[in-house]
């Protein structure tokens, strides 16, 4: 549901209330999850509780008696803590949270570029090692222009091509005067972490002082 891309991220709080229900309530009455035509959600918009060759599954749902004490267990133990986790982790989404109802306009507007997931991150750090491996004695100036543009290099194009001539000469003449700035503040960064790296490195060690004292 969350990886498929159709709900965005503002939109997700009524599945994972329903979510929340759901695990609660199996996790009170392990049956309640036996029941073959019961769906988690309150809606089904996209299809999501549509689980393939269901008829062929249908024999899941029923369990001998002397399995029931055993799997109502599990289903209880199961439950509870995936009912921990999302009320822990996804807490912003539940009732009273921060993304708990409908969002307004102005709000998706703003959120429209945001994933669901976190593979946007892993990309980034995979394309952050791939440009540090290739260039290792690169700046970190270096490195964020890269990842900037690699990700986003078609959209840039498209916006750039789209502008008139004045506007596109304007939006360049900006970008290397403010280019240069970006440069000062990434080479004073990275001479914060070098020096804080020379201190750590000096540094007596705390063990080595009290030893003496």
């Known amino acids: ?6 709900i965005p991220y503002l939109k997700l ?10 695990l609660k309530k199996c996790s009170e009455d ?27 599954l249908k024999e899941l749902y029923t369990v001998p008696e002397d399995h029931r004490d055993v799997l109502f267990t599990a289903i209880k133990i199961i439950c509870n803590a995936m009912s921990n986790t999302v009320n822990k982790q996804l807490s912003d989404f539940l009732e009273g949270g921060k993304y708990s ?9 703003r ?27 690169s700046s970190l100036h270096h490195h964020s ?23 596109r000469t304007a939006v360049m003449k900006t970008a290397r005067k403010e280019g240069k700035i ?12 070098l020096r804080e790296i020379h201190r750590e490195m000096t540094a007596e060690p705390k063990k080595t002082k009290e030893k003496e004292e």
């Not at 549901?1 to 159709?6: I, L």
């Not at 109802?101 to 507007?109: A, G, H, L, S, V």
């Open 30 to 56: 392990p049956a309640h999850i036996l029941i073959m035509d019961g769906q988690w959600m309150t809606l089904d918009t996209f299809g999501f509780t549509n689980v393939p060759h269901k008829e062929m």
């Open 111 to 137: 959120t429209s570029f945001s994933h669901v997931t976190n593979l946007g991150c892993e990309h980034h750090f995979g394309d952050l090692d791939s440009s540090q491996r290739r260039r290792p004695h």
């Open 182 to 193: 970006l440069r000062s503040i990434h080479t004073e960064s990275e001479r914060n972490v």
């Open 101 to 109: 109802c409908q969002p307004t306009e102005e709000e998706m507007k």
């Open 145 to 167: 222009s890269i990842q900037l543009l690699k990700r986003n290099r078609t959209g840039l194009m498209k916006w750039v091509e789209g502008m008139d001539n004045t506007s």
């Open 1 to 6: 549901m969350v990886t498929s891309g159709e």
């Open 13 to 22: 709080y009524p599945y994972i209330q329903d979510l929340s229900t759901y």
